[in-house]
């Protein structure tokens, strides 16, 4: 079991910046890939930023040179880091992580944190 518990969301102008925060528990050395996805009202939720543990980095065509996706080993914690902030990044954004343990893969997602950018 993992938990995940996202923080840092808010109310920015177009232009700025904010920083998600998740922070991990659990069985973390099952965890192979962390990611933020997002979900705008009335529309799907889409993957924003992944990280392979140990390995890569992949965004989003639509983020890519304004989000840094990172992760603080020492703190379970894993990073989003928001710049540039556009209208469009108006989201509810969630946390997510996948385990493999004995041949059984699970994902987990945390409750999300809203992201309102205002033009």
């Known amino acids: 079991q993992v938990q995940l518990v996202e923080s840092g969301g808010g109310l920015a102008q177009a232009g700025g910046s904010l920083r998600l925060s998740c922070a991990a528990s659990?069985?973390?050395?099952?965890?192979?890939?962390m990611g933020w996805y997002r979900q705008a009202s009335g529309k799907q939720r889409e993957l924003v930023a992944s990280i392979i543990i140990g390995r890569s980095t992949n965004y989003a065509d639509s983020v890519k040179g304004r989000f840094t996706i990172s992760r603080e080993n020492a703190k379970n914690t894993m990073y989003l880091q928001m710049n540039s902030l556009k209208a469009e990044d108006t989201a509810v954004y969630y946390c997510?992580?996948?385990?493999?343990?004995?041949?059984?893969?699970?994902?987990?997602w945390g409750q999300g944190t809203q992201v309102t950018v205002s033009s």
């Open positions: 997510s992580a996948s385990t493999w343990r004995n041949r059984v893969q699970n994902e987990y």
């Open positions: 659990g069985s973390m050395s099952s965890i192979y890939v």
